[in-house]
């Protein structure tokens, strides 16, 4: 294929998948706790490696616009680089580890992600907000709950993440 065709191409993919993340967000907004957002960057981190970093931000920015460029929503330009390099060292098992053994493996990293994920958001509102230490982990502890059910749902959608990254693959190498 030729480059300025493949460019192209994955112009077109990248702004498609950052499209589709951003829609799961919306359509599931009224669930507290669930969200595809990391199945989906697990996904696309594992059949797109470094490139998947443009879906990543390419989302970001669809979510700043959609959402508003407010303070409270800093915390995504940081908070899914900790996923994808997870998933960029988590790739290199893939060769080491049967696929019966990344099935598990990757949905708990999404489930253990999901879970922290109010630290990942908390120093943002800590400074925002002017929370000392004790008050920040209050704050953490209280969304506690919305936290457990990410956890349990990215561990569910977690399960899904081979055999979706491996169709990226397939049918990025297609020229699909």
Known sequence: MRSSTRKLRDLTVFAMLATIILASQIVLYGI???????????????????????PIYVYVLLFLVYYGFF???????????????????AGKLESKL??????????????????????????????????????????VAAGLPTDIGYAISNF?????????????????RSGC
Request: charged share 10%.
């Open 32 to 54: 507290p706790g669930v969200q595809l957002v990391m199945f989906f960057i697990a996904t696309i981190t594992l059949a797109y490696r470094w490139r998947a970093l443009i």
């Open 98 to 139: 049967p696929r019966k053994a990344l099935v598990p493996v990757y949905a708990v990293l999404c489930g253990l992600f999901g879970l922290s994920f109010g630290v990942l958001y908390a120093p943002v509102q800590a400074a925002m907000f002017g929370l000392t230490l004790k008050q920040t982990i209050v704050w």
């Open 156 to 172: 569910t959608a977690g399960i899904l993440i081979v055999p979706f990254s491996r169709l990226l693959r397939k049918l990025d």
């Open 71 to 89: 303070p409270w929503n800093l915390p995504y330009l940081y908070i899914w680089l900790p996923l994808w390099g997870i998933f960029m060292l």
